[in-house]
């Protein structure tokens, strides 16, 4: 059953980046159609997607975070990982890693999703 | 303000019927999916492509759209179901994907 774990530091001061970790298991992450993206939720709120990175090296972001978002995938070390630069107190937030399923499908659809892992940003 | 709107929130009687809706205008174009979270826990896919259920989810859920909306539809609503309730689609250029605001469900 494919697993997903994120990984990486909780705590960051503004202007720093964020570097995330998702660790893949119980499956390849070299499939073809799929994906593998980001999602988070600052706390009591609502969720927002990030962006995704595909096996092809595609990837694509929200508009939103574009200019400060980068998402690669290492096939070797069955790991993808999301940058975010220049955060700010609004970047606080449960990061959730995602497998995005596209086959078939016009809109892609996440699952499984990874446990989240809680960034605060503060000075 | 998202492009997809959802009203923040709706209660059922146990065993009665809830329909949730998620209205904007790409999905004119693109399908919906549904995701259903409980609190402290990861967000879990209940309806994709608009009306299709993933394995090991229960029969009462049901998707649908028409227009510029999509519908999430809860049939006999049980104790726990009770959690919030997000639509996802593309946003309008097609090259991203944006959730709504979602919809906090509450069984009475």
């Known amino acids: 059953q494919l697993q997903l774990q994120e990984s990486g530091p909780g705590l960051l001061k503004p202007s720093e980046t964020l570097s995330l970790t998702c660790t893949v298991s119980g499956g390849s992450i070299s499939s073809g159609s799929d994906c593998w993206g980001w999602v988070r939720q600052p706390p009591g709120k609502g969720l927002e997607w990030i962006g995704s990175v595909c096996y092809s090296g595609k990837t694509y972001s929200s508009p939103s975070l574009k200019s400060r978002v980068t998402i690669s995938v290492s096939t070797s070390k069955h790991q993808f990982s999301l940058k975010l630069s220049s955060v700010t107190a609004a970047d606080t937030a449960v990061y959730y890693c995602?497998?995005?399923?596209?086959?078939?499908?016009?809109?892609?659809?996440?699952?499984?999703w990874g446990q989240g892992t809680l960034v605060t940003v503060s000075s | 303000s998202s492009e997809l709107t959802q009203d923040p929130a709706v209660s059922v009687a146990l065993g009665q019927t809830v329909r949730i809706t998620c209205q904007g205008d790409s999905l004119r174009r693109y399908s919906a999916t549904w995701y259903q979270q409980k609190p402290g826990q990861a967000p879990v896919v209940v309806i994709y492509g608009d009306n299709n259920r993933p394995s090991g989810i229960p029969d009462r859920f049901s998707g649908s759209s028409l227009g510029d909306t999509a519908s999430l539809t809860i049939t006999g609503a049980q104790a726990e179901d009770e959690a919030d309730f997000y639509c996802?689609?593309?946003?309008?250029?097609?090259?991203?994907?944006?959730f709504g605001g979602g919809t906090k469900v509450t069984v009475l």
């Open positions: 996802n689609s593309r946003g309008s250029t097609g090259d991203y994907l944006v």
């Open positions: 995602v497998r995005e399923n596209n086959s078939g499908v016009v809109t892609p659809w996440f699952a499984p």
